[in-house]
């Protein structure tokens, strides 16, 4: 199964209950079909750059996570569709980051070596790393 990212900005509220079950209803819905959530990064409330409007309501602030996943494309399509029905959720997107393990690790060339000497970083200068090698 391919590799996901998902990025997802939540409506901000005083309590956390709601944002806690956004992320396990979504990994939730991945695990109930076979996929497997590698990570999840909780990357604190925030403001928006603009003004948002969602579901009828304006946001400026929004609780901002980042989820690994594995799934297959056909739970991504529905996981996509919750996200637009669900009114917890301002904005996301999911990015796919490969096939296999091997296609989302950089590869260091023996020897090869920037002006700064340090070996050079494929993919953007973004390094994924994951302990479990079984994908």
């Not at 409330?45 to 948002?52: F, N, W």
């Not at 996301?92 to 060339?109: C, F, S, V, Y």
């Not at 023996?110 to 390094?127: F, K, V």
């Amino acid at each position: 199964m391919p590799l996901y990212e998902l990025f997802c900005i939540a409506a901000s509220s005083e309590s956390s209950a709601p944002f806690r079950d956004l992320i396990r209803s979504t990994s939730r819905l991945i695990m109930d079909h076979g996929g497997a959530v590698r990570g999840v990064q909780y990357w604190q409330r925030r403001a928006l750059a603009q003004r948002a409007r969602r579901h009828q309501q304006y946001h400026e602030t929004g609780d901002h996570f980042l989820l690994h996943f594995d799934t297959n494309p056909r739970i991504l399509n529905q996981l996509s569709s919750r996200l637009r029905a669900d009114p917890r959720v301002i904005k996301w997107t999911t990015l796919k980051l490969g096939e296999r393990l091997d296609q989302i690790t950089p590869k260091t060339m023996a020897g090869s070596e920037n002006i700064d000497g340090h070996p050079p970083q494929m993919g953007g200068g973004r390094t994924v790393k994951y302990s479990n090698t079984n994908m």
